[in-house]
T-cell receptor, first 110, second 115 residues
């Protein structure tokens, strides 16, 4: 069964304190792995798509990496405005369906 | 990108009643998706709505409980029927792959509370 597990569930960082969020997955043929940011009361906002092991993508203070079993979202020198829930999802080959993890709630303190 | 709006943004309903949620997209799209997000849980796909065909429901979701309409390429509705407190959740619509771009766009969600 396709599955996505994110850790930690919650993370508190001081402003400028870099860290990483983990997304472990099992899927029968990965078509793509997706990262989203979700602010309270809003729908998820797309961040990255990764397709194959070794791929990396960056956007401002965020960098996403992918291996055959997991993905990491690295946050470098975070700011309070980076506080949000970060969701990971996978899409298996041959399907339109996305399987989401439960997310990591990130709080960055000034 | 796509701009997606949902109505209502939130509602408080009585047990046994029904609520219809509207989803409007500013572009024509083939597939629209309806998700449920319960507190502290991941997004769960309810169904996929293609224009001109019956919606496809995921395991655990049935048409009698969650009827969906898709009258055109920019609009869809999800009805939550005969509601119970267990239906309290955030309901989200989304669209996929505009202009060949491999990303999914979400609406702002509808927060439903059933008393």
């Amino acid at each position: 069964e396709d599955q996505v597990t994110q850790s930690p569930e919650a993370l508190r960082l001081q402003e400028g304190e870099s860290s990483s969020l983990n997304c472990s997955y099992t899927v029968s043929g990965l078509r793509g792995l997706f990262w989203y940011r979700q602010d309270p009361g809003k729908g998820p906002e797309f961040l990255f798509t990764l397709y194959s092991a070794g791929e990396e993508k960056e956007k401002e203070r965020l960098k996403a990496t992918l291996t055959k079993k997991e993905s990491f979202l690295h946050i470098t020198a975070p700011k309070p405005e980076d506080s949000a829930t970060y969701l990971c999802a996978v899409q298996a080959s041959g399907t339109y369906k996305y399987i989401f993890g439960t997310g990591t709630r990130l709080k960055v303190l000034a | 990108s796509a701009v997606i709006s949902q109505k209502p943004s939130r509602d408080i309903c009585q047990r046994g009643t029904s609520l219809t949620i509207q989803c409007q997209v500013d572009s024509q799209v083939t597939m629209m998706f309806w998700y449920r997000q319960q507190p502290g849980q991941s997004l769960t796909l309810i169904a996929t709505a293609n224009q001109g065909s019956e919606a496809t429901y995921e395991s655990g979701f049935v048409i009698d409980k969650f009827p969906i309409s898709r009258p055109n390429l920019t609009f869809s509705t999800l009805t939550v029927s005969n509601m119970s407190p267990e239906d309290s959740s955030i309901y989200l619509c989304s669209v996929d792959g505009l202009a060949g771009v491999d990303e999914q766009f979400f609406g702002p969600g509808t927060r439903l509370t059933v008393l």
